[in-house]
């Protein structure tokens, strides 16, 4: 089965007089509202190529991997294409590991892709494999993944503008006695036409007292090499360093006033953990930055995962990168670019910059985010969120005109924690959304995410009860190997899922629900089962590794389409459950019945990776001798 676009996903819509509203202040301004890309969409890598920009997220364990959205004015993105398919074998791979940091860059009529994956995160080592694909198209067909080396981590292709490339990464030396033991990028050329490193590796940058070295991104601009990294781990220490030399190999001087961007003494700032950065630079020579960032709740919990947002930068006199909103503290909302708009306070500056580079930098092979060449494609997905390839429509609120919540971009770093949680609270992100899945189509929604395989029919199958979709049982909930789930990413701190389904299990070791799913250490699994005495309801809990089982059970009817559903409100969820007969019936939320009571799920955030909701099925009887029949999926966004 593969994995593509369906008809039957939907979304509120807005009053007429909101739009109306929503129109009005549109005109008025253009506003890029962080997140962009809200939920697990971290390790972003930005590109131009025309009048297209993308985005390239890490993806991890879960596939199809390396998601990638697209956008033409970096207000409304939609998803575009998934890269990584069947080219990688994850099954095996920890939790955290898998696929890293991915780095688009187009130059010679290609995309690029190059990626990590890692196989071990135990330390003192790292077996981290990094790779380079290639494609006429953003999506697809790839190339076979070429073997680079395995030195480091998060690697990078730069186009050099005499046509040479060359090859970045993240440099682990175990000898460190720190956790990480990143010690700084090094730098090796990479001969496309043998497709393989050629010469010795260059050490290029050493570690600022950050620290935690790593995502290099090259770019070469008005006579220098820009080279920039993320330091200080991606936790709350997290940054954005820049540094730069007038020759390749360096040697390389950094900001005098580093970092350019970090939340790491602002620990009551609604975007935390800001850094791992890169840049475009628009047509009418505007130049942005995408970053990855988190909205811990309490402070502590991030249970989205890591974000994506977008800033707007530019260049300072002295020609080094600058927040264009003033100080290191990524915004909230950032004017979006407006072609031939020159008249804000930086405009001279970048000018004087800008004098001797090509004002359409993304169109030269001499970044590393080149787009040099011809891309036209009529049959892109509409960029506002709604998919009409195939008449089918997913609407993304986010995509929406935002409105203006006049959030002041120049806002002082000493402004006071009420200030503060009034932003926080007044930023909701696509609070309309609403995914439904009513399984009608013959392929899986691109939503839709698995966990270390692909999607095949022999445990995944939309045609053999059409109108649902049967899942056969997989391995345990905790397997690195075999997991049947089917999962999407939590987008929003409350939101309401619901499923139904049919499932016959014999026995203790069958078992098939809905699922709140960090990682095999950490989810919340309401499940249909069997014990001694029939067919039951149980909840399962799995907080750092600590499994625990609820004793009560709830006896079920035993050819009854049980009914469940989960409402998170921030760092709380609580289950309900309800039983129809026959084939699927919707269900009144004020007829739902509680499934024990309110849950604390802040377990469910830290690590790499972002909380996701899915339904599964479990079977440690027999592999795959149990399947069970979900009539319907729906996920919505609540206030």
Not at 61 to 75: A, K, N
Not at 375 to 397: S, T, W
Not at 456 to 461: K, L
Not at 463 to 484: C, D, K, T, V
Request: net charge negative; aromatic share 10%.
């Amino acid at each position: 089965m593969s994995i593509n676009n369906k008809e039957t996903h939907t979304a509120s819509d807005y009053t007429d007089t909101a739009k109306a509203k929503a129109t009005r202040e549109s005109s008025q301004r253009a506003i890029i509202r962080n997140p962009v890309l809200p939920g697990f969409n971290p390790d972003p890598c930005m590109i131009r190529v025309q009048h297209t920009y993308y985005i390239a997220v890490s993806s991890f364990e879960w596939l199809p991997g390396v998601r990638v959205y697209e956008s033409t004015d970096l207000i409304n993105w939609s998803h575009c294409t998934d890269i990584v398919t069947d080219q990688v074998q994850l099954q095996g791979n920890p939790k955290n590991g898998s696929i890293w940091a991915p780095q688009l860059s187009y130059a010679d009529g290609l995309f690029y892709l190059a990626y990590t994956d890692v196989k071990s995160t135990r330390r003192p080592f790292k077996d981290a494999h990094n790779y380079i694909m290639t494609a006429t198209d953003i999506r697809g067909p790839w190339s076979e993944p070429v073997y680079v080396n395995s030195s480091g981590f998060d690697p990078s292709l730069f186009h050099d503008d005499d046509g040479r490339k060359w090859v970045l990464n993240a440099l682990w030396d175990y000898r460190i006695t720190e956790g990480n033991k990143s010690s700084g990028i090094v730098i090796q050329e990479y001969d496309a036409q043998q497709q393989r490193l050629i010469g010795e590796p260059i050490k290029l940058f050493d570690c600022t007292d950050l620290k935690k070295t790593e995502a290099p991104h090259m770019y070469k601009h008005n006579g220098y090499y820009y080279l920039i990294t993320a330091e200080g781990g991606t936790g709350t220490g997290h940054a954005v360093t820049v540094a730069r030399s007038q020759t390749l190999l360096g040697p390389y001087e950094v900001d005098p006033h580093y970092p350019m961007m970090t939340s790491s003494q602002h620990p009551e700032w609604p975007l935390q953990c800001t850094g791992h950065a890169s840049l475009v630079e628009t047509p009418s020579g505007q130049w942005y930055m995408a970053h990855l960032c988190t909205r811990p709740l309490e402070g502590k919990y991030a249970i989205l995962g890591r974000e994506t947002a977008i800033q707007q930068v530019y260049w300072d006199a002295e020609g080094w990168l600058r927040l264009r909103g003033g100080g290191v503290l990524a915004q909230l909302e950032v004017s979006a670019p407006e072609d031939g708009d020159d008249s804000d306070e930086h405009s001279n500056a970048d000018r004087n910059v800008n004098s001797n580079s090509n004002s359409n930098s993304n169109s030269n092979s001499n970044s590393n985010s080149g787009d040099n060449g011809n891309i036209d494609r009529d049959d892109r997905d509409n960029v506002n969120g709604h998919n009409n390839k195939n008449g089918n429509e997913l609407v993304l609120a986010h995509t929406l005109t935002h409105t203006d919540t006049s959030i002041n971009a120049d806002i002082n770093t000493r402004a006071s924690s009420s200030l503060l949680t009034q932003m926080h609270d007044s930023h909701q992100v696509d609070s309309t959304f609403v995914f439904r899945d009513s399984f009608t189509s013959n392929e899986l929604h691109p939503e839709w995410n698995t966990l270390r395989i692909l999607v095949q029919d022999d445990w995944c199958s939309l045609l053999q009860r059409p109108g649902y979709l049967r899942l056969y049982g997989g391995e345990s909930i905790q397997s690195l190997f075999n997991h049947h789930i089917v999962a999407m990413r939590q987008r929003h701190h409350r939101f309401r899922a619901e499923t139904a389904l049919q499932y016959d299990p014999q026995q203790y070791l069958q078992m098939a629900g809905l699922v709140l799913y960090l990682n095999d250490e950490n989810y919340l699994y309401a499940c249909v089962t069997r014990d001694d005495h029939g067919k039951v309801l149980r909840l399962m809990r799995c907080a750092a590794d600590q499994f625990y089982v609820y004793p009560a059970e709830l006896a079920i009817d035993e050819h009854q389409m049980i009914h469940l559903a989960v409402d998170v409100h921030d760092t709380t969820a609580r289950f309900y459950y309800q039983t129809t007969d026959g084939e699927a019936q919707e269900v009144a939320e004020e007829e739902w019945n509680p499934l024990y009571g309110e849950e604390d799920i802040s377990f469910l955030s830290g690590g790499f990776t972002g909380n996701f909701v899915g339904i599964a099925v479990h079977d440690m009887y027999q592999f795959k001798s149990s399947y069970a029949d979900f009539s319907y999926f729906e996920y919505k966004a609540r206030l």
